[in-house]
């Protein structure tokens, strides 16, 4: 009886689970490859309308649009600007390019001033609650206009607006929707550079520019809310409506009200480091890059409309972040992560999807070799779009149906 009884026990343990048993860790699959589009140097971003593919930058000193289809086969090739140099979208982590619900493409980007224009115009003039002088700059050739492109998904230039500025100014990123456009980026001041924000109607005509910060604040990302406010997302080494730096500098997030107003400023810090949110989308999905303590980390939060985070996490990267929707965060993983069967040997694309709850739930990988992410985007049509970029080229890669 005593040895059946031992019996028992020793097979009851071995086919018990166990109490304190690690998590199976999820599998990291390979993007597949979509097409090339171009060179880093004349890249800087793609959007989709459709099944069309639709590549903007700058080549030569001068801005353009080109469309492909889903083989790399171009479709129509558009010179955007005449002036003797310009740049569409020289920031080369932020999308600076939308859809709107018609299929027509926005394309924001900065040229030069017209001969004899002497900047501000009167509806230019910088609304500026930290009192920064902006100097005056006039030279032909400088970048010191934000224009404004809009192309039909067959190739057509059916408008282009801009609006001169006191200084050169770098666009960052664009939103648009039924109701106008809204454009962010940096903007050169006399002690440094500040973040601008500005809205056109959906004619093109720009309303009044917003000047954040005045010596060290960046623009990255803006993002229009139904209620007619406005979320920009970016970085400041300074303070900005009366919140303080508390690193050295910190990611910050903006509400402004529809009146142009600053309402809400909430600052994301590292002590003794850098934070900088470069990507924000319509579900308050951020993500950024922390520098610190010698380490570098891709950092991925979802805030509520109030500013307040519901999750978080912290990924080994080489730094800057896109995110889409409230489920995907792209950057380049220099390490392993908690919840991935991964740990790579060289930085790599990663591709990182979360549920609703932001548990993280798959993981997709680009190829060794790519060294940048350009843009994560979404596509009824196409599906999940990234985009990512070698020494010498810039690829498009979806996702193997799973």
Do not use: C
Request: hydrophobic letters at 45%; aromatic letters at 6%; a positive charge.
């Amino acid at each position: 009886m005593k040895r059946l009884l031992s019996f028992v026990l020793i097979v009851a343990f071995l086919v018990a689970p166990a109490a304190h048993a690690a998590p199976k860790k999820i599998a990291v699959k390979p993007l597949q490859l979509l097409t090339t589009v171009g060179t880093p140097e004349e890249v800087s971003g793609v959007v989709a309308s459709g099944k069309t593919l639709v590549v903007y930058g700058s080549k030569a000193a001068k801005a353009y649009a080109r469309a492909v289809d889903t083989t790399g086969k171009e479709l129509w090739n558009l010179p955007l600007d005449q002036s003797a140099a310009s740049i569409a979208t020289a920031a080369s982590i932020a999308t600076a390019a939308a859809v709107d619900s018609a299929g027509d493409i926005w394309i924001v980007g900065a040229t030069p001033l017209a001969l004899g224009l002497t900047p501000p115009s009167p509806a230019a003039t910088p609304a500026n609650p930290d009192n920064a002088t902006v100097p005056t700059n006039t030279a032909i050739g400088n970048l010191q206009a934000i224009t404004l492109w809009k192309v039909t998904v067959a190739g057509l230039l059916t408008a282009t607006s801009s609006l001169p500025t006191s200084s050169v100014v770098l666009p960052t990123s664009i939103s648009v929707d039924r109701n106008g456009v809204s454009i962010v980026g940096i903007v050169g001041t006399e002690k440094g550079s500040a973040g601008f924000f500005v809205n056109t109607d959906k004619a093109g005509l720009f309303g009044k520019l917003l000047q954040i910060g005045a010596v060290s604040t960046t623009a990255d990302a803006v993002v229009r809310h139904l209620d007619g406010s406005f979320t920009v997302v970016g970085s400041s080494s300074e303070t900005l409506a009366g919140k303080k730096v508390a690193g050295i500098t910190d990611g910050v997030l903006i509400k402004i009200s529809k009146a142009l107003k600053i309402t809400n400023v909430v600052r994301s810090s590292a002590a003794k480091g850098k934070r900088i949110w470069n990507s924000a989308t319509s579900t308050l999905l951020l993500g950024g890059e922390v520098v610190a303590g010698g380490k570098t980390e891709t950092a991925v939060t979802k805030f509520s409309s109030s500013f307040a985070p519901s999750w978080t996490y912290r990924f080994p990267s080489t730094g800057p972040a896109l995110t889409i929707g409230s489920t995907y965060a792209l950057f380049i993983s220099t390490g392993s992560t908690v919840q991935l069967n991964w740990n790579p040997k060289v930085a790599t694309p990663l591709l990182v999807t979360f549920d609703a709850k932001g548990t993280v739930v798959a993981a997709d990988r680009g190829p060794v070799g790519q060294i940048e992410v350009l843009g994560a985007l979404l596509s009824k049509e196409l599906g999940v779009l990234v985009v990512t970029s070698s020494a010498d080229t810039v690829s498009i890669f979806t996702l193997i149906p799973r």
